[in-house]
């Protein structure tokens, strides 16, 4: 670039256009926006990186890859959701106390009933006795984008699931200290038992966590590919004078046409700015 008053008053002017261009993109900004702001000055490597430095340091993708941008996580729940889970949670445990409380030694006695006599009223209380511990297991993974109601609900499923099919008895060795019959055994057994149990609630929350994420993730991207396009066909249609075609918005955004109408689709004929023909 030539040392010269004009020179460096365009190139300043052209610095300042894409600091603000960036700032209303929300995204990173693609290399023919850096030549279509500059057009007309020579530019070596480190004044490209001086004015990638200047807009934040950001990254420059291809053009047809702006939309496969890491979005933030969309959080979908307000903070009135989880006042709402503050009064699920204290209804549920009034709840709980129709369940008579009974002690760790009394519930690993059970134990004996069921795997002796295949009794099922002693499963069906043993299972109960678990409902109480279900908040403190599942508070880990509250307030991360996913109702306690649901939690509790997955939850309970998971320990119904495993106590219904009789899990422990997999393991020979918890079998054989059951039927031995003696108070430590038993205890550790029973410990044992909702140590599994736990994990496989962890396992089952995680999951449904990661998938509500993704779903969050997925919308996200959907608005915001939507926003850009609709927010740049507004521009262009004051800057014209008239409604921007697809291919006049491809061109000024530096996306492909194809994600332009993509936009387009997923809001039908909410797009009021844009000439579709």
Avoid: C
């Avoid at 903070?79 to 009064?87: N, R, T, V």
Wanted: proline share 1%.
């Amino acid at each position: 670039m030539q040392n010269n008053k004009d020179t460096l008053t365009m190139f300043m002017e052209a610095l300042d256009a894409i600091k603000e261009y960036a700032d209303v993109k929300g995204s990173p900004i693609t290399k023919e926006d850096i030549e279509q702001h500059f057009k007309g000055l020579t530019l070596d490597e480190q004044q490209l990186n001086m004015i990638y430095n200047y807009i934040a340091d950001v990254k420059t993708p291809d053009s047809d890859t702006i939309f496969e941008q890491e979005e933030e996580e969309v959080i979908t729940l307000s903070l009135q959701d989880y006042e709402k889970d503050k009064k699920y949670i204290h209804m549920y445990m009034k709840d709980l106390e129709n369940i008579e409380s009974l002690s760790d030694t009394t519930r690993a006695f059970l134990l004996i009933n069921i795997v002796e006599d295949n009794d099922m009223q002693s499963l069906k209380i043993l299972s109960e006795s678990m409902l109480h511990k279900i908040v403190e297991w599942i508070e880990p993974y509250r307030n991360k984008g996913v109702l306690s109601s649901d939690l509790i609900q997955e939850a309970n499923l998971a320990m119904m699931g495993y106590m219904s099919e009789k899990r422990f008895l997999n393991h020979y060795d918890w079998k054989e200290q059951i039927k031995e019959g003696l108070t430590d055994d038993l205890l550790s057994v029973l410990n044992k038992i909702e140590e599994e149990i736990k994990q496989e609630i962890e396992a089952a929350l995680l999951m449904m966590i990661d998938e509500q994420s993704s779903s969050n993730k997925m919308a996200g991207k959907v608005l915001y590919k939507v926003n850009f396009v609709n927010d740049w066909a507004f521009r262009l249609k004051e800057e014209l004078g008239r409604n921007p075609t697809v291919e006049e918005i491809a061109k000024k955004t530096g996306i492909s046409v194809d994600n332009v109408r993509e936009a387009i689709n997923l809001t039908a004929d909410n797009m009021e700015f844009i000439d579709k023909k």
